[in-house]
């Protein structure tokens, strides 16, 4: 299963299932108010999950990091 850190990092999940991965991440022990919001979501309900994840992200401390530089993502 991916983890709130792997989605961040650019590990991709289909809009439909980001409800049931967030059920997930609940019954390992996240939690947020946003998480929850995104867990009571349908598979039908793709296009409000995706709006929901990037604050699911940074609330659990995993904001998506927009990378601006090409240079930004070599390592040090």
Sequence with gaps: MITPRELSQGHQVADADL???AAHWLADGYDSPTLRELAG???????????L???VLAELGHPIKLITSPYEGLPS
Aim: glycine residues 6%; without cysteine; aromatic residues 0%.
């Design 41 to 51: 979501l349908t598979h039908r309900d793709g296009q409000e999950a995706r709006t």
């Design 19 to 21: 409800p049931l991965l």
């Design 53 to 55: 994840r990037d604050t």
